[in-house]
């Protein structure tokens, strides 16, 4: 690992010990700082997954789709190369093979910043410190897919036998979704959600400050494209899709879990894990047997 990742992480670690994300994320520090190194830690993340209650009942379906998405895309990668199905792993703190940069780190961090920022500003009665910080939110999960998408594209053309190509990682962020969709039957397909929360041109409205709130419509007008064209979007469906990637954050943590505990935890270890993961894990498709 980096020097400058080590840093961030040891940062983000003090911060949430000293209490900056909120007496609950101080609790559960404190409580992960006393297991012992190793698999003990991905158990707990994925029990803290799980045992998270999340209200909003499409929301509790959405974190369940992304965490089994991510954790089939390895599966069937491995089938096929298992060094590149690794990278899914890695991608957390390692740059992919010959990609600088590559790590998610840094956009996982910022997106469980903005996040946190947002809980925060979220009951406040000043419109436009909640709007801002929607914005920031709304930019912080669409950056994170951004960095996630071309580990997905890898492993999944690796799981259906074609060559891989680093150059995607440098692609445009709605290029390596028009990619993705080609690969996966796009909203016809398994990784239908990823396409509905993949935002491209509002992601480029808010970095490019072309987009702003219709307090009296409801509605949020942004201007994206050669030559600008001006979209809209629902006040209420762009607020959802704030809350929905939220939940990235600890999704893709506990996905990443998962795979760690069945490849590398001990039977018994592997036991601890809910079933439905582990029979999704050891899943053979019908075409495979």
Not at 130 to 144: D, R, S
Request: charged residues 20%; proline residues 3%; glycine residues 4%.
């Amino acid at each position: 690992m980096k020097q400058s990742r080590k840093q961030l992480l040891e940062q983000f670690s003090h911060m949430a010990e000293d209490g900056a994300f909120g007496d609950e994320i101080k609790a559960s520090q404190a409580e992960y700082a006393s297991l012992p190194k190793g698999i003990a830690i991905f158990l707990k993340v994925i029990h803290d997954y799980r045992q998270k209650t999340i209200e909003n009942q499409e929301f509790a379906e959405i974190r369940e789709m992304f965490l089994k998405l991510i954790i089939i895309v390895y599966r069937e990668a491995k089938r096929v190369d298992s060094d590149i199905a690794l990278s899914i792993i890695n991608s957390f703190i390692d740059d992919y093979p010959g990609v600088q940069e590559s790590c998610l780190l840094p956009k996982w961090c910022s997106l469980s910043n903005a996040c946190l920022a947002f809980r925060e500003v979220a009951k406040s009665e000043n419109k436009l410190l909640v709007w801002q910080q929607a914005c920031k939110q709304f930019q912080a999960y669409n950056e994170f897919l951004n960095g996630l998408l071309p580990y997905l594209i890898i492993l999944w053309r690796t799981a259906n036998s074609k060559l891989v190509n680093i150059s995607v990682f440098s692609v445009a962020y709605s290029n390596k979704i028009n990619q993705f969709k080609d690969l996966t039957s796009g909203d016809d397909g398994a990784f239908y959600l990823i396409f509905r929360l993949a935002q491209p041109k509002l992601r480029n409205a808010i970095a490019h400050e072309t987009i702003w709130l219709d307090s009296n419509a409801n509605k949020v007008r942004y201007v994206d494209g050669k030559p600008p064209v001006e979209h809209e979007i629902d006040l209420v469906n762009f607020m959802a899709l704030c809350s929905i990637g939220s939940h990235l954050v600890q999704t893709y943590l506990a996905a990443l879990a998962v795979i760690v505990v069945m490849e590398n935890g001990t039977q018994e270890a592997q036991s601890l894990l809910p079933q439905d993961l582990i029979d999704l894990f050891s899943f053979v498709p019908t075409s495979a047997v």
